[in-house]
């Protein structure tokens, strides 16, 4: 017999599942106050969905990061050998740069970058963690100039990383699940236009245009692969 808690966590994840953005925080909402990790991760990935929304009001949205990142932190606190609780405090920590400025943004680099590194050490298979610390590095290789010299009063040594650091690990992200996540079709297209690959990068942008989209985020990338394949002719 599954119980309470599986039985509430199996919900949960079939509402994830479904894209049932809404109805899944809601559910949640109301067991706010348990304490396990399993849980809190859960709760911090619902607030944050929420937050992402397009019809979300723009204090709702803030107020949803916050709360995701206070989730993710005592999903931490609970269980330290929690991947996902170390991936889900990495992104949220990353979100709340977008309220806090660019100084903040890239002093908790660092932070987010260790943190999806130890995600990774505890669960090598998972892709989304693969594919998040992709992403920081794309983000790194793609610095503009005045960030880059920003950064470089920040920090001894500014985080530094390359294009075929990125591809690496969106490469190993879909190894490890393919088509998991159009997100990281885009990113495979993107990063390969960016180191002159353009044969791959059709592919890719292909395999992303053609993804059956279920969110809203499906749904933008898959308008950004149309429009950048147009581009590519």
């Not at 793609?142 to 690496?168: C, G, H, N």
């Not at 190993?172 to 990063?191: C, H, I, V």
């Not at 960016?194 to 245009?209: M, Q």
């Amino acid at each position: 017999m599954a119980t309470a808690t599986e039985e509430l966590l199996e919900q949960a994840d079939y509402l994830y599942s479904c894209a049932e953005t809404d109805k899944l925080y809601q559910l949640l909402l109301q067991h706010k106050n348990r304490d396990d990790a399993e849980f809190l991760w859960r709760l911090a990935r619902a607030s944050r969905d929420l937050a992402l929304l397009p019809d979300t009001a723009p204090e709702k949205k803030k107020q949803l990061v916050y709360e995701a990142l206070d989730c993710a932190k005592r999903a931490l606190e609970k269980e330290e050998t929690n991947f996902a609780a170390h991936k889900w405090y990495a992104i949220c920590l990353s979100d709340i740069g977008d309220y806090e400025g660019i100084k903040v943004k890239l002093g908790n680099s660092y932070i987010i970058r260790e943190h999806l590194q130890r995600a990774i050490d505890l669960n090598p298979k998972d892709a989304t963690s693969l594919h998040i610390l992709g992403y920081w590095c794309f983000a790194f290789a793609d610095l503009p100039w005045y960030q880059r010299k920003m950064a470089a009063v920040i920090f001894a040594t500014p985080p530094m990383s390359t294009y075929q650091e990125a591809l690496d690990y969106f490469l190993k992200a879909e190894a490890e699940d393919p088509n998991f996540y159009s997100m990281n079709l885009l990113m495979l297209g993107k990063t390969y236009l960016k180191i002159n690959d353009k044969e791959n990068a059709k592919l890719w942008l292909t395999k992303a245009k053609e993804y059956h989209p279920l969110t809203h985020e499906d749904k933008e990338v898959h308008k950004q692969a149309a429009e950048m394949l147009n581009g590519l002719g």
